[in-house]
């Protein structure tokens, strides 16, 4: 008891500031100028998450089923990954030299805090992936080992139902994870405050906020979706570009009364 109401403390030092329905487009903006000022770092990001893509294609382009619950996890660690780029993008805040050196020291593990969230989000993407796999190859009327074969017997599938579930059941995985890491991990790469206490801050933003943050989340997936689609180039832009972002919305939501 005593560790949450100091973890309740120490997220109420942090006060949420309000925010315009639209202000997303707004940290897109500023993502995309963190991108062109030192692009280096983020398009080598990028270019390992598109790398990663084209691997997991080529070893499961003919389980479709697997396929499609590993790239939907992937998003929910991808906000893990972008840690060296919420680096850069301070550094760039703060007026200080940003090199792909300010990246790499960001995943220096000086403290257990970002390993620990790293996990429990590694934990999550894993029980989505298996989720995913056991229900679509439990309950299609067929073999779904290509893209073809997932839209055929899933997504118009006659009784309509699998798809239904397939999407309610991420969305229910999903949802947490979006609200418990939002700001939360920027904020433990910027703050010396506990794990729990960036996650209720997190939870914070968005209860405070839902319209905007749901636009958040929606961007989030179609401008990855949209990286995926395009044979995983997209991923070497967007990926750095939402990472940046992601620090830009960290920084316009949370304020220190600290």
Known sequence: MWRDERALAQSRAFRVRPVP???????LARGWKDLLRCP???LLHGLASAVFGV??????HRQFWWLAGAFSGFLLVA??????????SRALERREPA???TALSAWIPRDRRLVVFGLLLALAGTGWVVTSASLITG???GPVDKPLDFLRVVVLARDGWLFEAWLLLGGVLAAPVFASSVVAIPMLLDREVGVHAA???????V???PAPMALWAALLMGLSALGMVTAMLGLVVVVPWLAHASWHAYRDLVESDA
């Open 21 to 27: 329905l639209l202000r997303p487009l707004g940290w």
């Open 79 to 88: 906000p893990v990954v972008a840690t060296g780029l919420y680096a850069i």
């Open 40 to 42: 280096l770092p983020g």
């Open 199 to 205: 996650v209720l801050t997190s939870w914070r933003v």
């Open 207 to 209: 209860m405070e906020h």
């Open 139 to 141: 309950f299609a009327g």
């Open 99 to 101: 090199t792909l050196a």
């Open 55 to 60: 691997l997991l294609l080529s070893v499961a």
